[in-house]
T-cell receptor
Framework: KAGVTQTPRYLIKTRGQQVTLSCSPI?????VSWYQQTPGQGLQFLFE???????NKGNFPGRFSGRQFSNSRSEMNVSTLELGDSALYLC?????????????FGPGTRLTVL | AQSVTQLGSHVSVSEGALVLLRCNYS??????LFWYVQYPNQGLQLLLK??????LVKGINGFEAEFKKSETSFHLTKPSAHMSDAAEYFC???????????FGTGTQLKVEL
């Protein structure tokens, strides 16, 4: 079956702009999580959506937001971009349990803020 | 809060040599533990995970890890390194009510001829 799809794969924006990233999970998966990966901070959890509800949120400013649609597809939005937002944004999907189900990651969206 | 520590941000081995990547967890309660691998320009892929039961866990690509409660460790090993094993490896533990992963800082594995 198809894996986790993220679009776009690469994005260049300037400071102050906003950006929307998209994630299509594996069919049947209701949980979608987002992670930010940077050389300095490593992998950091942004938020998790489960059946259209945000279930967990990481320690990021309110400029970072997300949502999940009824088909489980998810988007994350970053407003008023800062240089420090340059990162690889990874989306992951899984079944109901992180313990018993495998979490699959997409290839990521590489965001560069100039 | 549960966390994991990966010792050695870079590890270099010769092809055919033993691979040992270290991960220690902090918790008084036996946790669930994961190892993920990230190849260049790709997302993360689950190598193996410890949940309950057998403490020696076998994963994909010939990797295995042993959960040692006495040492609070979950080190990743492979008997014989292959060039294709060159990647970054992350140890992770579920947190936030078990619905998110907290990752270690990662270990970049280099395999030399």
């Amino acid at each position: 079956k198809a894996g986790v799809t993220q679009t776009p794969r690469y994005l260049i924006k300037t400071r102050g702009q906003q950006v929307t990233l998209s994630c299509s999970p594996i069919s049947g998966h209701r949980s979608v999580s987002w992670y930010q990966q940077t050389p300095g901070q490593g992998l950091q959890f942004l938020f998790e959506y489960f059946s259209e509800t945000q279930r967990n949120k990481g320690n990021f400013p309110g400029r970072f937001s997300g949502r999940q649609f009824s088909n489980s597809r998810s988007e994350m939005n970053v407003s008023t971009l800062e240089l420090g937002d340059s990162a690889l944004y990874l989306c992951a999907s899984r079944g109901d349990s992180l313990i018993t189900d495998t979490q699959y990651f997409g290839p990521g969206t590489r965001l560069t803020v100039l | 809060a549960q966390s994991v520590t990966q010792l050695g941000s870079h590890v270099s081995v010769s092809e055919g040599a033993l691979v040992l990547l270290r991960c220690n967890y902090s918790s008084s309660v036996p946790p669930y533990l994961f190892w993920y691998v990230q190849y260049p320009n790709q997302g993360l892929q689950l190598l193996l995970k410890y949940t309950t039961g057998a403490t020696l866990v076998k994963g994909i690509n010939g990797f295995e890890a042993e959960f040692k409660k006495s040492e609070t460790s979950f080190h990743l090993t492979k008997p014989s390194a292959h060039m294709s094993d060159a990647a970054e490896y992350f140890c992770a533990v579920p947190t936030g009510g078990g619905n998110k992963l907290t990752f270690g800082t990662g270990t970049q594995l280099k395999v030399e001829l």
